[in-house]
């Protein structure tokens, strides 16, 4: 079939393994003469004898010197664990001095300032000069478009298309492609809207296009920077060249019951009228902190033990890793009020954008049937945030046959990773040097392609996401629209978005003018630095706690007389045990959670037994 069902791919959890008492017990009661000596009593005369112990067994007890080991280990892992914790701090402390600029891997040029165009915006479009100190002007292929990587704006900072040599940004480079980046400051200006964003984003593909003697770009989009993509594209037929939309929602109600429980979200919450009152307590400012928090609360054994489990096993070689990707993951950018409303009443809870609903001003509609690139889609099944459901749920719904489809002239291709999570759709090495890499090397044989719907099968008999040209192919088998079936519940759905315009409408008229005339810059400011993403990390500064600073002294030391325990240490066997059966413990927890939400939800909004009414029976009753 075109997409096999979700639930035949998910990834059985681990299974706990059997009490080691239990084990115990039934391993000592036959051998208890064996494994050790102890006197037993003879019949025949009457005195007690020596019996022997097998040696195999009482080797494999622990013994003093592999226990001291472990226990100076794990002093040592400690101390280096709370100092990695101290250096993140001090990284994230440092990169809010700086002015959070983008965390890109490569040297670069300023090209355009949307603070300067008319609307303005907080957005910047930077032009890729070098790798390190390779120049790139005698690597880039003159017969190939530019790239513009749009960046997600989803409560991080820019650069997580190009914060390592394997990313989007350096595979782009490889094929020779000349590469833009668009970023964007952590302020918004005062009273930006997402209409002001994407003129920002046109005026940008304009540049680009006069700068290659008019050659139509590669919009290539993550996450929000995907659907920002599909947006521009809708809006200005003809200006760019394909788009690539990685990891991006478009059909915002579908997903998997039980896998995708962020959509259910705001029928908890009411809807959008919690953005507005937090975008109010930060003076107009919504804060991305309250984004990232709801990523790692989807997956906490993930995001909140397992991550940090991970770096106190092998702190001596992850440390720099997790470094790095945490001075991404903990600069939190702002959105303003009016664009976090406009994104949740029209995208998440109104689903307005497949229905071709979204109005950029008051004259510009936004509708999916105006695109004429050729689409890339790229999703994954282990992409619990943006399921294959919600990025390419819309195509039924705005193009109901294939015929339909082929008759407005699209070519849309879709490629599905098994295994990447969110991230790793964009962020992963490895996916970087195979799927990313077909995917550019490809893109004229996409855009030579017939009119319809197609799906982009990668045949690598090595397994090595490094082979060679010769040593994978491509090749894309045709699909019909009418084979992609996703349940939603829109009528619950619906529902939600009528409470959410009900509660707004009664925050904005009687709460919202008083909020306002609390807040202010300073109060904004505290309220800023008080959210438990940014508490939880500075607080292991020095600068914040003096006891940090005793660990800072002593991290060297350890460093210099590091005496790690082997990797056959049954203490270390142990603690790697104990930390697998505390995850698999936090995500059953969590399946419970998510089994509970799904079933609440139908309970308030789907109305089970009122199913086969008509909608006014059910509103009646």
């Given amino acids: 079939g075109l997409i096999p069902p979700i639930s035949t791919l998910t990834a059985k959890a681990p299974v706990m393994p059997d009490a080691p008492s239990a084990t115990n017990k039934k391993a ?25 112990i097998s040696s195999a067994h009482a080797a494999s007890w622990p013994n003093p010197q592999e226990f001291a080991e472990y226990g100076v280990d794990l002093m040592q892992r400690q101390i280096l664990f709370f100092d990695t914790l101290r250096q993140r701090a001090n990284i994230m ?81 490889h094929e020779g492609y000349p590469v833009y980046f668009v970023v964007f400051t952590p302020d918004p200006l005062p009273g930006q809207t997402l209409a002001d964003v994407m003129a920002s984003l046109r005026q940008f593909v304009e540049i680009v296009r006069k700068r290659h003697d008019g050659r139509a770009p590669v919009l290539y989009g993550n996450c929000q920077g995907g659907w920002a993509a599909a947006l521009l594209a809708a809006d200005c037929e003809g200006l760019a060249g394909p788009v690539v939309m990685n990891g991006s929602p478009l059909a915002y109600w579908a997903g998997e019951p039980g896998t995708n429980p962020m959509r259910l979200a705001a029928g ?74 406009a994104i949740v009443e029209n995208l998440f809870i109104g689903n307005r954008l497949e229905q071709g609903l979204v109005k950029l001003g008051p004259h510009c509609e936004i509708d999916l049937k105006r695109i004429r690139n050729p689409l890339v889609i790229f999703a994954s099944y282990g992409d619990n ?32 990773n098994q295994h990447a999570g969110h ?15 077909a995917i550019l090397e490809r893109l004229s044989e996409i855009e030579a392609l017939e ?86 990390r500075y607080m292991f500064s020095e600068r914040f706690n003096p006891a940090m600073a005793m660990t800072a002294a002593f991290a060297p030391m350890v460093r210099a007389n590091r005496k790690a325990a082997g990797e056959e240490n049954r203490f270390r066997k142990v603690e790697a045990m104990s930390a697998d059966w505390v995850e698999t413990g936090l995500t059953r927890m969590r399946e419970s959670r998510d089994a509970a939400a799904e079933q609440a939800f139908s309970w308030l909004y789907d109305w089970p037994s009122l199913r086969g009414s008509s909608d006014g029976e059910a509103g009646k009753r």
């Fill in 93 to 173: 402390l440092a990169h809010e001095r700086d002015g959070m600029p983008p965390v890109l891997k490569f040297k670069y040029e300023l090209v355009a300032d949307a603070a300067t165009f008319e609307p303005a915006s907080n957005y910047q479009l930077l032009n890729i000069l070098e790798v390190g100190d390779i120049c790139l002007d005698e690597c880039l292929d003159p017969e190939k478009p530019p790239v513009i990587i749009i960046d997600p704006r989803a409560g991080h900072g820019p650069g997580i298309g190009g914060f390592k040599t394997d990313s989007e940004v350096g595979i782009a480079l």
């Fill in 423 to 437: 991230l790793g759709i964009f962020v992963s090495a490895s996916v970087a040097r195979l799927e990313h890499r």
């Fill in 451 to 536: 009119p319809g719907l197609y799906e982009m099968r990668i045949d690598n008999p090595t397994g090595d996401p490094d082979c060679g040209h010769d040593q994978y192919t491509v090749r894309f088998e045709p699909r019909r629209v009418e084979d992609l079936v996703f349940n939603t519940q829109p009528d619950a759905f619906e529902r939600v978005g009528r409470l959410s315009s009900r509660l707004e409408a009664a925050y904005a008229t009687f709460a919202s003018p008083w909020v306002r005339a609390w807040s202010n810059p300073v109060t904004a400011e505290v309220l800023k630095w008080s959210h438990p993403m940014r508490v939880t």
């Fill in 268 to 341: 908890f919450l009411g809807g959008a009228w919690l953005n507005h009152l937090l975008s109010d307590l930060g003076n107009g400012r919504f804060d991305g902190a309250w984004l990232v928090q709801n990523f790692e609360n989807l997956k906490p054994e993930g995001a909140i033990f397992r991550k940090y489990a991970d770096l106190f096993e092998s702190v001596d070689t992850s440390a720099e890793r997790f470094l790095d990707f945490e001075r991404w993951w903990g600069g939190y950018y702002r959105l303003s009020r009016e664009e976090i409303l």
């Fill in 385 to 416: 945030i943006t399921p294959p459901h919600q990025a390419l749920g819309w195509i039924p719904a705005v193009y109901k046959t294939t015929e339909e489809l082929v008759a407005a002239d699209q070519r849309i291709v879709y490629l599905i």
């Fill in 28 to 52: 000592s009661k036959p051998g208890k003469a064996d494994t050790k000596m102890k006197a037993a009593k003879s019949p025949e005369r009457g005195h007690t004898a020596p019996v022997e």
